[in-house]
């Protein structure tokens, strides 16, 4: 079945640091994209996404692309802030081939940021 | 009030207890789920409501009793609780099973004594 895999945390960076989240992902057909995060006492909220191949999703100075020939959908950020401290989760949907949008979802990456 | 909410936002309860869990949606979405935060483990998809009907049940033991009265609110209701329980419960929704976009509440955190 599907799955997605990220690295594991927690990610401790300082302030105005560069940013790599690692997600790869195992899916039948051509799945959807996107990272969530949980910023401390919240829901999850869409963060971006990426339909198809080399699209590149981008919001709030984050951005992933979607590389199928490694399956992958990295999350980076060129100068990470403090309020930038959150659980970030990378997810697929794939409902080609009989599949389902309902999300799956990875374990979660913490990211720490230090002043 | 927009969003999804959930209400507690925090509850401990008794293994002998009976309490619900209640999530609120007023976005017009005709989807609804429940789903089980528990520290470092993928979040556990447990039941999915399409326009009022259960569709999915992840094998969630049936001391887990969901309840969609209509498309804007949803309960989990708990009877029997084990330790294990324990976890944030996530409630979203989305226009429907067909859609992509998800909006999540803030999670109630169960803590089972």
């Known amino acids: 079945g599907d799955s997605v895999t990220q690295m594991e945390g927690p990610v401790t960076l300082s302030e105005e640091a560069f940013l790599t989240i690692n997600c790869t992902y195992t899916?039948?057909?051509?799945?959807?994209l996107f990272w969530y995060v949980q910023y401390p006492g919240e829901g999850l909220q869409l963060l971006l996404k990426?339909?198809?191949?080399?699209d590149k999703g981008s919001n709030k100075g984050f951005e992933a692309t979607y590389r199928k020939e490694t399956t992958s959908f990295h999350l980076e950020k060129g100068s990470v802030q403090v309020s930038d401290s959150a659980v970030y989760f990378c997810?697929?949907?794939?409902?080609?081939?009989?599949?389902?949008?309902?999300?799956?979802f990875g374990r979660g990456t913490s990211l720490i940021v230090h002043p | 009030e927009t969003g999804v909410t959930q209400t507690p936002r925090h509850l401990v309860m008794g293994m002998t207890n009976k309490k619900s869990l209640k999530c609120e949606q007023h976005?017009?979405?005709?989807?609804m789920y429940w789903y089980k935060q528990s520290a470092k483990k993928p979040l556990e998809l447990m039941f999915v409501?399409?326009?009022?009907?259960?569709?999915e049940n992840n094998s969630v033991p049936s001391r887990f009793s969901p309840e969609c009265p209509n498309s804007s609110h949803l309960f989990l209701h708990l009877h029997t609780l084990q330790p294990e329980d324990s976890a944030l419960y996530l409630c979203?929704?989305?226009?429907?099973?067909?859609?992509?976009?998800?909006?999540f509440g803030s999670g109630t955190r169960l803590t089972v004594v």
């Open positions: 997810a697929l949907s794939d409902p080609g081939t009989g599949g389902s949008y309902i999300p799956t």
């Open positions: 990426a339909t198809k191949a080399d």
């Open positions: 976005l017009g979405h005709n989807a």
């Open positions: 899916a039948t057909g051509y799945p959807s």
């Open positions: 409501y399409s326009l009022e009907e259960r569709v």
């Open positions: 979203a929704s989305s226009q429907s099973t067909d859609s992509y976009g998800y909006t």
